[in-house]
């Protein structure tokens, strides 16, 4: 079983819908992040958290300790939104990432 | 603040030629992280180091790779003798250390590796 695991997998929706993707990781955490990637295109990071809620326009990013979950929501999705969000962790001890497998996002239009 | 340079952007080296990376971190910034997105795979974690050390290379192959980052100069991933299985995006991100719980990294547009 992988360390961070995303679902679902991929994700097709149409625009203006509310988006949810989840993410479940199984080791201590320093932090977890969010991150976003376009096809060919670099990797950004869209949140850092280790607690609570964060949100930045229409993201939102949700983290439970206890129950080592994380979600990334997209209010009023757009066709620009379509991407691959990848959810990785900070390993608590050490100072790398470990990568979710990601979760392909399609918003039609 | 520039942000974290790689080049070059894109890399085509015949099988056994030798490809080097460069990671130039964001300004301030002195840990450095590489990581490999095989095709269709997920990110991995290859090597971490701080200016003149390296500090983990618990995800680097044993054989062909290398790592360094000099006191001056960008970060430097080398493979030598490459084949095909090679082919790959190689990211680098960045990050101050500031805090030791909790670092953020700043990725770099990553090197695509293309093996003929």
């Known amino acids: 079983k992988n360390e961070v695991e995303q679902s679902p997998q991929n994700l097709t929706a149409q625009e203006g819908e509310f988006i949810t993707i989840n993410c479940s990781y199984s080791v201590g955490i320093s932090a977890l992040h969010w991150l976003q990637q376009h096809p060919g295109g670099g990797i950004v990071s869209l949140f850092m958290l280790s607690s609570g809620k964060k949100k930045h326009g229409r993201l939102i990013a949700t983290i439970n300790i206890q129950e080592k979950h994380s979600s990334l929501h997209i209010t009023a999705s757009h066709p620009r939104d379509s991407a691959v969000y990848i959810c990785?962790?900070?390993?608590?001890?050490?100072?790398?990432?470990?990568f979710g497998q990601g979760t392909r996002l399609t918003i039609n239009p | 603040n520039a942000g974290v340079m790689q080049n070059p952007r894109h890399l085509v080296r015949r099988r056994g030629q030798e490809a080097r990376l460069r990671c130039s971190p964001m300004k301030g910034h002195s840990h450095v992280y590489w990581y490999r997105q095989l095709p269709e795979e997920g990110l991995k974690f290859m090597v971490y180091?701080?200016?003149?050390?390296?500090?983990?290379e618990s995800g680097m192959p044993k054989e062909r790779f290398s790592a360094e980052f000099p006191k001056e100069g960008p970060s430097i991933l080398r493979i030598q003798q490459v084949v095909r299985g090679d082919s790959a995006a190689y990211f680098c991100?960045?990050?101050?250390?500031?805090?030791?719980?909790?670092?953020?990294?700043?990725f770099g547009p990553g090197t695509r590796l293309t093996v003929t």
């Open positions: 990785a962790v900070g390993i608590q001890g050490a100072q790398k990432l470990v």
């Open positions: 180091l701080q200016k003149e050390n390296i500090i983990d």
């Open positions: 991100a960045s990050s101050p250390l500031r805090d030791r719980t909790f670092y953020e990294q700043y």
